[in-house]
């Protein structure tokens, strides 16, 4: 008779205590929104500057932080640090290095407060997400990238450059993130929705900026 032998391993899942990750969340949301003020400068006039123009691009860092929360909580309160934290940062540094700021600094904040609390929820999503939800917090990130190429850097700025620079990090998003527990097939899934819902989005965002 042959014995089988099964060995249950548990995997240890990485998290940050509450205050470590909100510290993090707070200053990781001042020095990108700082950073992004010089990438400006940097990277202006090329087709890279969608990287530090779009919005899609600040949402990566909630998405990471909010994956290292223990709780639901702790991640919509890291998303939601960091992104008004972006906000402050770019403005602050921005008006102290001579740009002008804009009207649409309102937006912004309301946009942050929103979007902050969600992509953080999205992060610890694709971290622990089972069942009919698993896939959903991946396609909740790359489809905010994907309908703000469609709609911002095709129908409304038609710069196909920038536009096709953002479906490239769209994909690998998509190649890095799918790798942690086989979640491909189920961020198809949910990704036509997740740009639908992005698209809205961001057409409102645009009609208030207008």
Known sequence: MVVETQLQVTRVRPTLPAPALLAAATGAGLVVGAATSFGQTLLGDTAFQALVNAVSPWLVVPFLLGALA????????????????????????????????????????????????????????????????????????????????????????????????????????????????????????WLPAAVLLGAVGFAGVHALLS
């Open 70 to 189: 223990r709780t639901w909580w702790l991640a919509t309160s890291a998303g939601l640090l960091v992104c008004v934290g972006e906000v402050a940062g770019y403005y602050v540094v921005a008006d102290l290095r001579g740009f002008a700021v804009g009207s649409g600094l309102l937006v912004w904040v309301v946009a942050g407060v929103v979007g902050g609390p969600l992509f953080g929820a999205a992060g610890r999503s694709w971290r622990t997400a089972t069942g009919r939800w698993r896939g959903a917090g991946v396609a909740a990130l790359v489809g905010c990238w994907v309908a703000e190429a469609i709609v911002t850097y095709g129908l409304v700025l038609h710069r196909l450059d920038e536009a096709i620079v953002m479906v490239a990090g769209a994909a690998v998003l998509t190649v890095a993130l799918t790798s942690r527990g086989r979640q491909g097939r189920a961020v198809l899934r």
